[in-house]
């Protein structure tokens, strides 16, 4: 059974970084992995994707031009740093990983997704 464990999460003030990384117990070179968000009392979300091959990558408005996502499929990890953050960014991060970009972005079913990292962002 593929696992995901997500770390890095925690607390940071308004304007503050952290960066997030997320370990594969699977090889990861076959799949698109990425991050998705859920705020309190509010849906989950994709954040960000990054390609099998590191070509392509993606982001949420909401977050383009403070999270990079990046990924080293040989520790068969992915990373999502977080610049500039907001009390809007706080909830629970989760990683995933699909076959394809879109079913990663869509947050399909046939992913697999970790247990989540809590991110608190103070104002």
């Known amino acids: 059974q593929a696992a995901l464990v997500e770390s890095g999460g925690g607390l940071v003030e308004a304007g503050g970084s952290l960066q997030l990384s997320c370990t594969a117990s699977?090889?990861?070179?076959?799949?698109?992995m990425g991050w998705f968000r859920r705020a309190p009392g509010k849906e989950r979300e994709f954040v960000a994707a990054?390609?099998?091959?590191?070509?392509?990558?993606y982001y949420a408005d909401s977050v383009k031009g403070r999270f990079t996502v990046s990924r080293h499929n040989p520790e068969k990890s992915v990373y999502l740093q977080m610049n500039d953050l907001n009390p809007e960014d706080t909830g629970i991060y989760y990683c995933a990983a699909d076959q394809t970009d879109n079913l990663l972005k869509a947050g399909a079913e046939s992913g697999f997704w970790g247990q989540g990292t809590q991110v608190v962002v103070s104002s």
């Open positions: 990054i390609s099998w091959n590191e070509i392509t990558t």
């Open positions: 699977m090889r990861t070179n076959a799949y698109a």
